[in-house]
């Protein structure tokens, strides 16, 4: 009887409860929280938002029919960039510090990682309509069939992922944790599959800890015909991210069939891609882009920035440009640090003249780059110019994901 006395005595008051009950009836109620998982997604800085073009970009985007998305790790954003008569549609979508990003464009789908602990790879669908509701408008923006999360799945922190890829049909990513290429099952599961010879020990590949900052796919139709980029050929006592790692020059684009290099000297390789059967890669660390022709990179342009990000349109390349966080100068031996920006450049792929570009002033870190067609979608649930608005709710509340059978699950 003591012991009931004692917690009547201290249980709060209904209007202490009422208060309580209040606050958590009021807690998730932004969608970039829930479709994030992540409580401070709706709050997005307008200042990273803002952006300065060069060139004719827009135009450049709307004579391409395409939207193009990109990720901006540390700021925490993916955008999608389109224009359509005349005007420009900038939308984003806040997720966890996402890195790689593709595009199955026969599916018509977009998967992206997001490498906090754990990691998470989603797959965002455009929405294919509206349900029909007599309780709320049908949403404005479901007109641009605006990307979604269709499903997201979970992995070890230690994975690492960064880029992402579609060998064969099959999306593969790389583990930089592993040191290995892993193919991601559709029962969520995912394995080792590819990784390179100098990682092994007595026959058996040691997956422990990172040692060759294996970063990036230029997929192929199969592992053997894919091509991968790392900051090492081989391990050592110092590791990436230890402060002394060696960089310079030491980086190497991977043979898939043979497991060995066959390129070198780079700095800090990213966002390595086949286009017609010759090997692309950024040179990041000297803010350089460019092709494998005889076991050596041939520049192609160099731009004012962490080159890193790739995509190609045609006969137009979308190279990323990332300013260099002051802690890794090391790793940017060929970059002037202070004059770095952020944002996306638009080359001539042929000459490596620059077509346009755009730029955020206040951004940081690009990762990747791909696009999906313009009518397959025009973007992302948030508008970076109307802000606040029902939109989106209306959009959560009432949006029609894809078919089953038509949705690359």
Not at 151 to 166: I, K, M
């Amino acid at each position: 009887m003591r012991r009931a006395a004692t917690v009547r005595e201290h249980a709060p008051s209904l209007a202490d409860l009422d208060e309580l009950w209040s606050r958590h009836h009021a807690e998730w109620r932004d969608g970039a929280q829930v479709v994030s998982l992540w409580r401070e997604a709706a709050d997005t800085d307008a200042e990273l938002l803002r952006a300065r073009t060069r060139g004719p970009w827009w135009e450049l985007l709307e004579r391409a029919a395409i939207t193009l998305l990109v990720t901006r790790e540390y700021e925490h954003l993916v955008m999608a960039l389109a224009a359509h008569d005349g005007r420009p549609h900038v939308t984003f979508l806040r997720l966890p510090h996402p890195s790689g990003l593709v595009a199955d464009r026969k599916r018509g789908v977009v998967h992206v990682a997001s490498t906090r602990n754990p990691n998470q790879l989603l797959t965002l669908a455009p929405a294919a309509g509206a349900l029909a509701r007599g309780d709320a408008p049908a949403p404005a923006a479901i007109g641009d069939h605006p990307l979604l999360p269709a499903h997201a799945r979970f992995y070890p922190g230690s994975l690492y992922l960064h880029d992402l890829a579609l060998v064969g049909g099959e999306l593969h990513g790389n583990a930089v944790g592993q040191n290995a290429i892993v193919r991601f099952g559709a029962d969520g599961a995912c394995e080792p599959v590819w990784w390179p010879r100098s990682i092994e020990r007595n026959g058996a590949p040691d997956h422990s800890r990172n040692y060759l900052q294996l970063n990036s796919i230029a997929a192929g139709p199969d592992l053997a015909g894919s091509f991968f980029s790392a900051s090492s050929a081989t391990p050592s006592a110092r590791r990436p991210g230890h402060r002394n790692y060696p960089v310079d020059r030491r980086g190497v684009v991977f043979s898939g069939a043979t497991r060995e290099p066959v390129a070198g000297g780079l700095t800090r390789p990213h966002s390595a891609r086949l286009r017609d059967g010759v090997v692309w890669v950024d040179n990041s660390g000297y803010g350089e882009v460019g092709a494998i022709a005889g076991g050596r990179f041939e520049p192609v342009a160099r731009l004012p920035g962490w080159t890193r990000g790739l995509a190609f349109h045609g006969d137009v390349a979308f190279v990323g440009v990332s300013r260099v966080i002051p802690r890794f100068r090391q790793y940017a031996p060929g970059l002037d640090v202070e004059r770095s920006l952020c944002g996306v450049v638009a080359l001539d792929a042929a000459s490596g003249a620059e077509l346009a570009r755009i730029t955020w002033p206040a951004g940081n870190q690009i990762f990747a780059i791909d696009w999906l067609a313009r009518d397959v979608t025009r973007g992302l649930p948030f508008s970076a110019r109307r802000r606040g608005s029902a939109g989106p709710r209306h959009l959560f509340y009432s949006f029609q994901p894809r078919p089953k059978e038509t949705n690359g699950t």
